[in-house]
């Protein structure tokens, strides 16, 4: 997985950092109804415009932190894979 995210990252579709103006500020903050996290953004085709991907193998950014742990009824697994999010411009760190 280090091979692959070394960090905590947020992969952004380009048209959609083009209009939230990542114009070099990387850091992005995620925010849910249940949470918020702040990372470096990826710019990538990777993801479709419209959405994001987010990783959740480091606790200083960990998407869980949006996501809630309510069960799917039928396969009865957690709902950590989908939900509604806004994303903004974070503040650089200093």
């Known amino acids: 997985m280090l091979a692959v995210y070394d960090r905590a990252l947020i992969e952004v579709n380009p048209d959609d950092a083009s209009r939230l103006g990542l114009n070099g500020n990387r850091r992005v903050r995620v925010s849910s109804r249940r949470g918020s996290i702040?990372?470096?953004?990826?710019?990538?085709?990777?993801?479709?415009?419209?959405?994001?991907?987010?990783?959740?193998?480091?606790?200083?950014?960990?998407?869980?932190?949006?996501?809630?742990?309510?069960?799917?009824?039928?396969?009865?697994?957690?709902?950590?894979?989908?939900?509604?999010?806004k994303v903004e411009l974070a503040k650089p760190l200093e």
């Open 38 to 85: 702040e990372a470096e953004a990826w710019v990538t085709e990777r993801v479709p415009p419209g959405m994001i991907y987010a990783n959740f193998h480091f606790p200083e950014a960990s998407a869980n932190e949006l996501t809630i742990a309510a069960l799917d009824p039928v396969a009865k697994i957690p709902e950590y894979k989908v939900c509604a999010v």
